[in-house]
């Protein structure tokens, strides 16, 4: 990840490659806003603007000639559209506003951001914004070359008048903790499914655990089998790479909350017998976001040291059809003793969800939480960008407050009651499929049978989690990250209450 200070440097004396600074939209055209900016350098920019199409909008992102004034090499101008009622620019617009154009800069080695910032927590989103836009997934790229055109800046130096105060540089520090668990959940998002398989995952989670004093346990097929895990093991059973469940444990000391997660990881989702179309099939690869998520949150809880125990479930299966895979009417029994008959097998993620909720919840959390890739009807009820929450109305507003919080959109999203009846089996507890209207609720449905009355939310991140059209604001092409932040913001809410 790119190298992030903080510093106080006036920013027409800065060497660097590119100095990023705001426009904003005024009453009389665009304004050029930045920390300490010289006062000619702002007029003949804000004298320039209409010609070069400037009008300080929202992801807006134009890069000129720095001129003689400055010691940077370009100008980048990045929009910030127009100031609030109380003379501010929200949180995630300067996020945005600063990842977008650091995004823009690959090529570029180093960046200072010279964007206003009223206080710390100004500070840091500027500092996080532009780290989250400082991504690429160079991994498959084959020549050094290649990865490096591609490749992200290197250092970042946020000049703010704040940069020496003690609270500054704690807020920063957080936010390169978390761009770091984003980053890190995008690159396994990203990672090729025949490459990121099952029991790879499980040792990646190893890996990344070592040192923190977290701790992985992995339950592969024999340990699945004994243990009851019906619903994992018939989704990987057509896969001749095993499913696993993984357990990640954040324990604390003297914790002021037990929370529980658990990330739906389908490492690649064929649909199984249930096939799917093969146009866009190639984005199934992301089946596995809810789990990655869940991982780098509790390992991002550890390294911030929060006074909350945090279990990570991690849900982790190839849904494939092949010989020895699960067939539609077959039914299967999830651990705990709950049958369901499988009506479609590329309704898989509520299956291995269930075991793993069950196993959850054995270990009495206050709270649990699960985050899936899980329908592809969460889009069309809300899009590519916004989420949904399902769950105790609690909990539910829980989540959506620390997504605020965070910068991340989640929506509440209803369990109504009398959905739950289309899931009826002929011959199960229950079936895995219901109503097609309202497709997400009834997944949602479907997991609550699983939860008892543990406080529980859902968080279907279906489209949110995998970018498949362009880049915006910090957000890249491909695995996004989502979640993280808002599942990080809420543990520190609970941590704090
Ligand atoms: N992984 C998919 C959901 C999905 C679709 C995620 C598109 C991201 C983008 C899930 O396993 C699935 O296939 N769901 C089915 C359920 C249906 C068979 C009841 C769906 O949404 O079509
Ligand atoms: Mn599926
Ligand atoms: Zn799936």
Same mark, same amino acid.
């Given at each position: 990840?790119?190298?992030?200070?903080?510093?106080?440097?006036?920013?027409?004396?800065?060497?660097?490659?590119?100095?990023?600074?705001?426009?904003?939209?005024?009453?009389?055209?665009?304004?050029?806003?930045?920390?300490?900016?010289?006062?000619?350098?702002? &007029?003949? #920019?804000? $004298?320039?603007?209409?010609? @070069?199409?400037?009008? %300080? +909008? /929202? =992801?807006?992102?134009?890069?000129? *000639? !720095?001129? &003689?004034? #400055?010691? $940077?090499?370009?100008?980048? @101008?990045?929009?910030? %559209? +127009? /100031? =609030?009622?109380?003379?501010?620019? *929200? !949180?995630?617009?300067?996020?945005? $506003?600063?990842?977008?154009?650091?995004?823009?800069?690959?090529?570029?080695?180093?960046?200072?951001?010279?964007?206003?910032?009223?206080?710390?927590?100004?500070?840091?989103?500027?500092?996080?914004?532009?780290?989250?836009?400082?991504?690429?997934?160079?991994?498959?790229?084959?020549?050094?070359?290649?990865?490096?055109?591609?490749?992200?800046?290197?250092?970042?130096?946020?000049?703010?008048?704040?940069?020496?105060?003690?609270?500054?540089?704690?807020?920063?520090?957080?936010?390169?903790?978390?761009?770091?668990?984003?980053?890190?959940?995008?690159?396994?998002?990203?990672?090729?499914?025949?490459?990121?398989?099952?029991?790879?995952?499980?040792?990646?989670?190893?890996?990344?655990?070592?040192?923190?004093?977290?701790?992985?346990?992995?339950?592969?097929?024999?340990?699945?089998?004994?243990?009851?895990?019906?619903?994992?093991?018939?989704?990987?059973?057509?896969?001749?790479?095993?499913?696993?469940?993984?357990?990640?444990?954040?324990?604390?000391?003297?914790?002021?909350?037990?929370?529980?997660?658990?990330?739906?990881?389908?490492?690649?989702?064929?649909?199984?017998?249930?096939?799917?179309?093969?146009?866009?099939?190639?984005?199934?690869?992301?089946?596995?976001?809810?789990?990655?998520?869940?991982?780098?949150?509790?390992?991002?809880?550890?390294?911030?040291?929060?006074?909350?125990?945090?279990?990570?479930?991690?849900?982790?299966?190839?849904?494939?059809?092949?010989?020895?895979?699960?067939?539609?009417?077959?039914?299967?029994?999830?651990?705990?003793?709950?049958?369901?008959?499988?009506?479609?097998?590329?309704?898989?993620?509520?299956?291995?969800?269930?075991?793993?909720?069950?196993?959850?919840?054995?270990?009495?959390?206050?709270?649990?939480?699960?985050?899936?890739?899980?329908?592809?009807?969460?889009?069309?009820?809300?899009?590519?960008?916004?989420?949904?929450?399902?769950?105790?109305?609690?909990?539910?507003?829980?989540?959506?407050?620390?997504?605020?919080?965070?910068?991340?959109?989640?929506?509440?999203?209803?369990?109504?009651?009398?959905?739950?009846?289309?899931?009826?089996?002929?011959?199960?507890?229950?079936?895995?499929?219901?109503?097609?209207?309202?497709?997400?609720?009834?997944?949602?449905?479907?997991?609550?049978?699983?939860?008892?009355?543990?406080?529980?939310?859902?968080?279907?991140?279906?489209?949110?989690?995998?970018?498949?059209?362009?880049?915006?604001?910090?957000?890249?092409?491909?695995?996004?990250?989502?979640?993280?932040?808002?599942?990080?913001?809420?543990?520190?809410?609970?941590?704090?209450?």
């Amino acid at each position: 990840m790119a190298e992030l200070t903080l510093s106080s440097k006036n920013p027409t004396g800065v060497k660097v490659d590119a100095l990023v600074v705001g426009t904003q939209t005024t009453s009389d055209g665009v304004a050029v806003v930045g920390d300490d900016l010289p006062r000619d350098v702002v &007029a003949e #920019l804000e $004298a320039l603007a209409p010609a @070069l199409g400037i009008t %300080g +909008a /929202r =992801d807006e992102v134009r890069t000129v *000639p !720095a001129g &003689a004034h #400055l010691k $940077a090499g370009v100008l980048v @101008l990045t929009g910030l %559209g +127009a /100031r =609030d009622a109380s003379g501010s620019f *929200p !949180a995630e617009t300067l996020r945005r $506003a600063a990842g977008a154009a650091v995004r823009e800069l690959t090529g570029a080695s180093s960046v200072a951001v010279a964007l206003p910032a009223a206080d710390e927590a100004e500070v840091a989103a500027i500092a996080e914004g532009a780290l989250l836009g400082a991504y690429s997934f160079t991994r498959y790229r084959e020549t050094a070359a290649g990865a490096k055109a591609a490749g992200p800046v290197a250092t970042i130096e946020v000049l703010t008048s704040l940069a020496r105060g003690a609270k500054a540089k704690a807020a920063v520090e957080r936010a390169a903790t978390i761009a770091a668990a984003v980053h890190a959940t995008r690159d396994l998002v990203n990672t090729a499914p025949n490459d990121l398989f099952p029991a790879a995952f499980a040792d990646i989670a190893k890996a990344a655990a070592k040192g923190t004093g977290v701790k992985v346990t992995v339950l592969d097929e024999k340990a699945l089998a004994a243990g009851g895990y019906g619903g994992i093991l018939a989704v990987g059973q057509g896969s001749s790479r095993g499913p696993r469940l993984v357990k990640v444990s954040y324990s604390p000391s003297r914790p002021h909350a037990k929370v529980a997660l658990v990330g739906k990881g389908i490492t690649f989702d064929s649909g199984g017998i249930s096939i799917k179309p093969a146009k866009g099939m190639e984005a199934m690869k992301s089946d596995m976001a809810g789990a990655a998520a869940v991982l780098h949150t509790v390992l991002a809880a550890s390294r911030l040291g929060l006074p909350v125990a945090v279990t990570g479930w991690l849900c982790l299966a190839e849904n494939m059809p092949s010989g020895t895979a699960q067939r539609p009417s077959d039914v299967i029994t999830i651990r705990g003793g709950k049958t369901v008959e499988v009506l479609n097998t590329d309704a898989e993620g509520r299956l291995v969800m269930a075991d793993g909720l069950v196993a959850a919840i054995e270990e009495n959390p206050d709270v649990v939480l699960d985050v899936a890739t899980l329908t592809g009807a969460q889009m069309v009820a809300l899009g590519t960008r916004v989420s949904a929450v399902m769950g105790t109305e609690s909990v539910r507003s829980e989540v959506v407050t620390a997504a605020e919080a965070a910068g991340e959109q989640f929506w509440p999203m209803p369990l109504p009651e009398e959905l739950a009846a289309s899931m009826k089996s002929k011959v199960a507890d229950i079936a895995n499929i219901g109503d097609r209207f309202g497709g997400m609720l009834v997944a949602g449905l479907f997991l609550q049978e699983f939860v008892g009355s543990t406080p529980w939310a859902h968080l279907d991140i279906a489209g949110p989690s995998f970018n498949e059209g362009s880049a915006f604001g910090y957000t890249p092409v491909g695995g996004t990250g989502v979640a993280v932040r808002t599942l990080v913001e809420l543990l520190e809410a609970r941590a704090t209450k």
